[in-house]
């Protein structure tokens, strides 16, 4: 079997994912293996043509194609997802019809789920065979079970190949109806009310609904919301994975990226991504940018903010996208105030949308609104600070000093009288009379604290 390996990290040989690659190279020796540095020569494979073009040929001859990646910021890093954009923009996605395909990466399990369900959708997309995925933890192949595992996976993929099992698809295709976004502007306006609004978007293009939203949304603050786009920044391309901002949060990039990020968006109070989906998600320029605020390493920086989204595109049918959206504002700390999307196909009904966001943004903003953490952002701080406190923290220090001086290390087992308290209750439970008594009055006694809050009213 000829098997084709897309690798996704922009570390070259130094990439923690090629030694998962390697190690099924080296235990199943009887495949034909091709792996290209997909993301890591992406400069490269955009300029030359006749590079690009030896890839697409060896996808076309191949049974399988393995994606294996590293997940950056929720999903792959930007420069895989330049280069399947390219696979769209060049009109390659017919070489990918038919063949199977699995996903392989490398991670710490914050938000993986929703990189291989967007690889899903990809794949679903160019009608492969998708047999699934192996969402490692970066360490998992220092284990022996999980060593064992990731041989399971890959026998299973070499399998499928073999006997040409059909899989399901999971995502159908996008179904995208055209719709023109006519503003009628209401002649309301909402004050600032000295609030500092930044309305960020990847490009211009004021006749698309994407450029209309935001002119609507601008004009409503009185042209008191100031909007600029990532491609007019001089952005040398997409985080390097070096991790040297470690130490003291400072990019091995050498462009206007840093600058650009402590003079625009963190002075700002309200912050609205304007965003069109494109081939599932939104562009490499996007994900360039997510991936590079990065030098803030696990740093929620931005804290305190209200964030909003304009969405041009059909994100109903992309759920893994929502969960990256929600999953951002709650891993930052930051309140979503709120969504508008151009699906709903009705201009009076986005114009409302707007405004009402627009209002929203800034009463939440003056009222020091914040919704509770979901799972997402619950979840993503036990990762992060299980992470940070244990075998990252020599690298991210910097994360360490910021966990510390804001109390993040709140590990339950730092809880003295919780510990004392379950000792003693564990330890009077085994007494059955007493046990029976307890469930008995369980209910009542644990409603208590909340009723005695509402009481004191
Ligand atoms: C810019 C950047 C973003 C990252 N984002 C995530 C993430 O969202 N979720 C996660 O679990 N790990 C994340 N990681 C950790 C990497 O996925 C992990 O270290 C991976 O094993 C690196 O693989 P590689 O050496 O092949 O690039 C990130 C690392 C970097 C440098």
Redesign the pocket.
Known sequence: MKVVILKG???GK?????QYVKFIQKKYPQHDYVVHDVAHQIKKIENNVALYNAIIADVESADGILWA??????FV?AQYLRFIELIQERHSTKVFKNKYAAAL????????NIAHNYMNAVCNDLEMNYTGFFSAH?DDLLKKNQRANLLNFARFFFNSMERKTQHQKKYLPVHQAIFEFFPKPKNETIDSRGKKILVLTDRYDWNSNLGKMINEFTFLFNNDAESVSLDGIQINGG?M?C?KCGYELKCAHNDQFLSFFNTKIIPADILIFAIEIKNRIFSSKWKEFF?RR?FNNHIPELKGKQIGFLISGSLSQMPYLSDFFNGLAEFQQANLAGMVVDECHDSDQIETYLHQLAGNTIEFSIGNYFTPPTFLGTGSHK?FRDEIFGKIRFICQADHRYYIKNNLYDFPHKNYKNRMFNVLMTFLTKIPKFRKELYKRAEVEMCKPYQKVVERV
């Open positions: 990290s922009p570390k130094t990439s923690v994912t090629l990646f590293p997940v950056y910021t929720f890093p990466s490398t991670s710490i399990h914050f938000h993986d970066m985080c994975g991790m991936d990065y990762v």
